[in-house]
C-alpha cells in the first residue's frame, strides 16, 4: 500500500503490515523486537490479550467521555505518545510528524533522548509543548545542560527513563548491523533502493542522526551507532540519589519510567514524582521479565492513590487501554502502535493509530457498560468481582 492508503487501515496491525513493507528491515526491526529470545516482548502483548471484559447490556450509554487528565495536564482520551528512540529513521522527520499528529489529537507527545530530530528542532516546528524523556548518562554536565535545553524549549514534563542504565541484548540490532544513518553496505543499499517512499525523503532532510547528542557534546561531531554512544555514557551507577538530582534540576512535572516492583514505587514517591509508568522498556531489556499487565496491580497497590501510576507494553488497541485503567492504571503510553502508524505513513499514519484506539476504546467502555473513563475498573473483567 502506498502511504496515503493509512486511511483504509482498520486496526493497528495492518498500520504494522504497512510499516514493515515500507521502511528499511533494520529500522522496522528496530521498532518491532525484543532482546534475547523476545519473551516479555511477546508476553505484554499475549497477557492483555487473556483479560476477557464483562459485556453489560440495556444501559443508557448515549453520552459517553474519554476526557481525564495525565500528571496535572488535560488530555482526549487516557494515552500519551511513548518516548521511542530513532522514530526519525522510521520516516524523514519522524518526531515533528508524531508530534504534530499528538497535538492535534489533543494527547501528549514525549521526545526522546535519543531521538533524531533535536529538542529545538521539534520545539520549532510544532505549537504545542511536548514532553522530555531523559537517560542519565556518565557525563552530567551534558545531562544538566539537556535538562536546561528542554526546559527552555517550553517541555511541559521530564520523564526519566530507568531501566536503560545498561544495553539489552537485542540480537536483531546486532545481526542488522544497525547504525544511524545506515552505512553503505551493498545490504543496505538494495533495501533502501527497494523502499523510495522512505529513502526519498531521508535525502532531503538533515535529520538523519542523534540530534540531542551531536554537536552539543565535546568532540562528539558525528555519531553512528546507538550502541557505540550507550556502552560509552550510559551509567551503570545510576542510583536514587541520581535520581533525586536529576529532580531538583526539573521545575516542572516529574515522571520516572521503568518501575516493575513495589519497592521501587515506593522509592519514586520518596522522590516526588508525579507520575510513574510500570514498564520493561516494551521487552527490550530483560527478557524473562513479567508482563507490564502482571505487575500493574503489584504497583498500584503499592502506590495507594499517592501518585499516578500509568503503564506501558503491549499496547495495540483501544482494548488494551480499557484493560490497563481496569487493572488500575490512569492512562497508558503508546509505543510501537504509534511507530507502525509512523513508518506506514508519516502524521497521517499517526493520526490514524490515534484515531484507531480512540475508537476501540470508546467502543469497549460501551460494550462493558461505562460511559466515563473514570469509571473503568476491575468489574468491567470477566472473572473478576463485581462492584
Known sequence: MLRSDVSEATCIEDLRRMHRRRVPRMFYDYADSGSWTESTYRANEDDLGKLLFRQRVAVDISQRSLRTSMAGQPVSMPAALAPTGLAGMQCADGEIHAARAAAKAGIPFTLSTMSICSIETVADAVQEPFWFQLYVMRDRDYISRLIRRAATAGCSALMLTLDLSIMGQRHKDVRNGLSTPPRLTLRNLTEMAMKPGWSLPML??????????????????????????SNEQLDPALSWDDVQWVRDQWPGRFILKGIMDAGDAEQGLRIGADAMVVSNHG????????????????????????TEVWMDGGIRGGQDVVRALALGAQAVLIGRAFLYGLGAGGEAGVTRAIDIIRRELDLTMAFCGVTDVAAINGSILWGRERS
Not at 204 to 229: C, I, M, Q, S, Y
Not at 284 to 290: C, E, I, K, V, W
Open 204 to 229: 532531503f532532510t538533515r535529520n538523519r542522526t542523534f540530534g540531542n547528542v551531536v554537536g552539543h557534546v565535546p568532540g562528539v561531531e558525528k555519531l553512528r551507532t546507538l550502541g557505540a554512544w
Open 283 to 306: 521487552g527490550r531489556q530483560l527478557d524473562g521479565a513479567p508482563s507490564t499487565i502482571q505487575v500493574l496491580p503489584e504497583v498500584v497497590h503499592a502506590v495507594k492513590g499517592r
